[in-house]
């Protein structure tokens, strides 16, 4: 199975926590997720698995290059999979809601001015905070905004 695989080449036991947690981000449709997220949905799947482990692999699953980990609104950190494919973030301030987006104009302008800086490009994180629109259509409400500021919990 591909996860076994990955886990092993990632130098990892393929655990059941661990093909667990993979598998949840390998097949779901969402693919930003917080600790609590993961271990929500596997609570759901009938899985008796702490939050504590779970934190542990994801934390492993990071520094195996399986997950990339974001830090986004309200201090906590955002997992998704470490794929290769390259994209920007808009995340909501009020819901956390994250959208992914590319642009090559961005892409290109981003390159252009670090050669101007002479510097050489790694890589970039770029991630917009704004607010999504309501589910009801009405436009955003600014107000709950200021309720997530930063550093707090
Ligand atoms: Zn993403």
């Given at each position: 199975?591909?996860?076994?695989?990955?886990?092993?080449?990632?130098?990892?036991?393929?655990?059941?926590?661990?093909?667990?947690?993979?598998?949840?981000?390998?097949?779901?449709?969402?693919?930003?997720?917080?600790?609590?997220?993961?271990?929500?949905?596997?609570?759901d799947?009938?899985?008796?698995?702490?939050?504590?482990?779970?934190?542990?692999?994801?934390?492993?699953?990071?520094?195996?290059?399986?997950?990339?980990?974001?830090?986004?609104?309200?201090?906590?950190?955002?997992?998704?999979?470490?794929?290769?494919?390259?994209?920007?973030?808009?995340?909501?301030?009020?819901?956390g809601?994250?959208?992914?987006f590319?642009?090559?104009e961005?892409?290109?302008?981003?390159?252009?001015?670090?050669?101007?800086?002479?510097?050489e490009?790694?890589?970039?994180?770029?991630?917009?905070?704004?607010?999504?629109?309501?589910?009801?259509?009405?436009?955003?409400?600014?107000?709950?905004?200021?309720?997530?500021?930063?550093?707090?919990?």
């Amino acid at each position: 199975m591909a996860r076994e695989l990955d886990l092993k080449n990632a130098g990892l036991k393929a655990t059941l926590p661990r093909m667990k947690v993979l598998d949840l981000f390998q097949g779901s449709k969402v693919r930003h997720m917080t600790a609590e997220d993961v271990y929500r949905l596997l609570m759901d799947e009938g899985m008796d698995v702490g939050l504590a482990t779970i934190y542990r692999v994801l934390t492993q699953f990071e520094q195996a290059g399986l997950l990339k980990r974001h830090h986004f609104e309200g201090g906590k950190s955002i997992f998704e999979l470490h794929d290769g494919d390259k994209h920007d973030h808009i995340v909501c301030v009020n819901t956390g809601q994250v959208v992914e987006f590319h642009d090559a104009e961005i892409e290109k302008r981003i390159e252009k001015i670090v050669k101007e800086h002479g510097f050489e490009l790694v890589d970039h994180v770029l991630h917009i905070r704004a607010l999504a629109p309501s589910k009801d259509g009405k436009p955003p409400a600014r107000g709950g905004a200021a309720k997530t500021g930063r550093g707090t919990r």
